[in-house]
């Protein structure tokens, strides 16, 4: 049921920004926020094979956050490049997500029913990213806000689902998979990931991508 409603809290949030309404819109990224206890990145840690997934994914994490912490400061600052940077956010992004469903997201929704609901709404909630980092691209930075305003929605959402993820799908897969499974989901992940990078080109970023 958490996860549905946290579902729905995405797509109202979604809803308020398309309307440009700014108060509703505030009102439901803080409900959303009161979904977890746990800060954007648990950062407990993880006591397994430097292979693991899990810790793949949290390098993704905070590369990912990286970029976004970087796009906010130079947004602020009003400084220049801002467009080459949000590209560089959609680029480590995808490549993160592709690799993700392909390989955690099919095992959990073949795992059970719990996993499996985890791995679909996920799968939505990277649409809705998806659509936020686009719209983000539409934007040309300037005095009128709507570039920052697209930012720090694409921000919450991203904050979000990592949260989500570092917060109970992690404490899940320990409890259901075991040590040799989560290495080569992490083998196979690592692995994904390197052939897109090598298809796609680097990202233009300062926040080199996890390997």
Not at 5 to 16: D, M, P, Q, R, T
Not at 147 to 159: G, P, Q, S, Y
């Amino acid at each position: 049921m958490t996860l549905i409603v946290k579902f729905f809290g995405l797509k109202i949030a979604y809803f308020f920004y398309k309307r440009g309404d700014i108060m509703n819109l505030t009102n439901a990224i803080n409900d959303l926020a009161k979904t977890t206890k746990h800060s954007v990145l648990s950062m407990v840690p993880i006591y397994a094979s430097k292979k693991d997934i899990r810790l793949a994914l949290r390098k993704d994490h905070e590369t990912i956050l990286g970029i976004l912490e970087d796009l906010v400061r130079r947004t602020e600052n009003q400084e220049e490049g801002l467009l080459d940077l949000a590209q560089s956010l959609r680029s480590v992004w995808s490549q993160h997500i592709k690799a993700e469903e392909q390989v955690l997201y099919e095992a959990c929704r073949q795992y059970s029913q719990d996993l499996r609901a985890f791995a679909l709404e996920g799968a939505h909630e990277h649409l809705l990213v998806d659509e936020m980092i686009s719209k983000l691209l539409q934007c040309e930075p300037g005095p009128d806000g709507k570039f920052r305003a697209a930012l720090m929605v694409t921000k919450d959402l991203i904050e979000h689902h990592l949260r989500a993820e570092e917060g109970s799908l992690f404490v899940k897969l320990k409890n259901h998979f075991g040590e040799v499974a989560l290495i080569k989901m992490g083998e196979k992940f690592v692995r994904l990931k390197k052939e897109a990078y090598s298809s796609n080109g680097a990202p233009v970023s300062k926040v080199a991508p996890a390997s």
